[in-house]
């Protein structure tokens, strides 16, 4: 950082993040973390000193004091580990201040505050106008060397830099700046940590709501993007997974509709491919014995499949079984296929050994509410199955809370879910008028007290 005039120099000096930060949970001596501790919380006086700095100043500060201010301040406006409630609100309002920076301050911001610490990790894939190469720099081994020494790392809080100067960045700059600000944004994207990737696919969901698309395509730099979103998409085994796929998958969607047509083909299979290859082969197929995981996977889908539209039948195909010789071949395909409704359904009914969380069974009965709005002629031939699933979920909330008149009270639970298993069986029920005088006239002649309350707005006459 630059020399600052007067008292703010030094002030701004000792807020920058002590490198042991980029490892703290693998910190296990007490006397490095107290030193951390009692630096986090000099922070917090420093901040305010600074505040008051601020509130005090009557002349303008020039743009690299500007610069050096919001690149002190930026690194505690976030959720990382040094960064407390005290410092995060000082944080905000010193930002505030200059939440409508001139370019001059974008630039000396991307030149002198961030891209020397990136400089020595030059990303393989980007020349020096942020253009996307035909083939990565340095040959096979480049993203080896990518890894190597890697500086960047040695100054926590440069993500939360990079993001702000995202965030206010018009969608006229990005032209001008684009070669400042990708490279940085692409190194924490295709970072090998986690934790660095989340950050990345964060500042890239933030980039789309402004970047124009004429841009991306140009340089190449959709392409890239999209392969690092779909990257992300197979880190099953990190505390931060969770997270990564929900972030990563409504990144990719916005990509998608940013840079193709409505309607087009390279919007369906794009879509498609996020859809099949990213969550169902990828997710469903290799963490389907990680909950938190398909949850979250669940959780990002509502928006992909509203964008689907009718293209979700793609997935909603119920095919005879191929000859012998072709089954090996086909038996990806068809997984991809039929999986959808399975995996929601499979999500419902009781499961002793492995019950399913109410948040999976509510968030898979609202996919399923979507299919019916979207797909309504692919759905006659799920009805049964979809059913029997909604049906055993009834008959588990009401054994396990009990069911009116005859063991009340409900539980939590069914204050939840049993609304949603209603709406489930009334949008069945439009879009597959055969269920009402077929599936659901079984259900209450097999109990009618028993699944009359589920079916109450089904108009069938026993």
Known sequence: MSTVCGALGPLLNSLKVPPAYARYDRIAEDPSLARLDEWKRSADRVLTEI?????????????????????????????????????????????????????GILVQLLTQNIKPLFKLNPHPSLNATGRKLPRPAGGPMASQDFYDEQAWKSSPGVANVVSWCVRHLSSEAYEGLWHLIIPPVMTLLDDYEAPHKLQGVHIVSEMLQRVPSQLLKRTGVDGLIRTSLNTCLSHLHNPETPQLINAAVGASLRLTLL???????????????????????????????KPDVLLASLQAMPPLLRALKIGNARFLKVRAHPAPTRLKRMAKHRVKQQALITQLVHSLPPNPTNPPPAEMQLISLQLLVILAEECAACMPRWKTIIVDGVARCWVALVDAGGSRDVFAPYTADFDVLGPELRHTCES????????????????????????????QNKAVVL
């Open 51 to 103: 505040q008051s700095i601020l509130d005090q100043r009557t002349s303008e500060f020039s743009t690299e004091d500007q610069a050096n201010v919001i690149s002190a301040a930026a690194p505690f406006y976030g959720n990382d580990v040094w960064i407390t409630p005290a410092s995060r609100s000082a944080a905000g309002d010193i930002l505030d201040r200059f939440s409508d920076p001139s370019t």
């Open 428 to 455: 069945l029920g439009r879009c597959c008028p055969s269920v009402t005088e077929e599936e659901y006239r079984m259900l209450l002649e097999s109990h009618p007290e028993l699944f009359a309350e589920l079916l």
């Open 259 to 289: 840079t193709t047509t409505v309607g087009s083909v390279d919007q369906f299979d794009q879509l498609c491919a996020l859809l099949g290859e990213g969550i169902i082969s990828g997710i469903w197929m290799y963490a389907s014995d």
